[in-house]
């Protein structure tokens, strides 16, 4: 039961850093000269053979 409380917190704590990083930059001066310059696009990752 520890263990779920503790990967449910986990993941809400990993939300909240997500939305806030990302509020912040778009909030940001050099977050609107990015979004200004490259448009706002979602960055698609490749996955690496590393792992």
Do not use: H, P, T
Not at 21 to 38: A, H, R
């Amino acid at each position: 039961m520890a263990i779920l409380v503790w990967i449910f917190s986990m993941l809400i704590l990993y939300f909240v850093i997500y939305f806030a990083v990302k509020d912040g930059i778009d909030k940001s001066e050099v977050g609107k000269l990015i979004i200004k310059k490259y448009g706002d696009q979602k960055i698609e990752r490749e996955m690496d053979d590393r792992f």
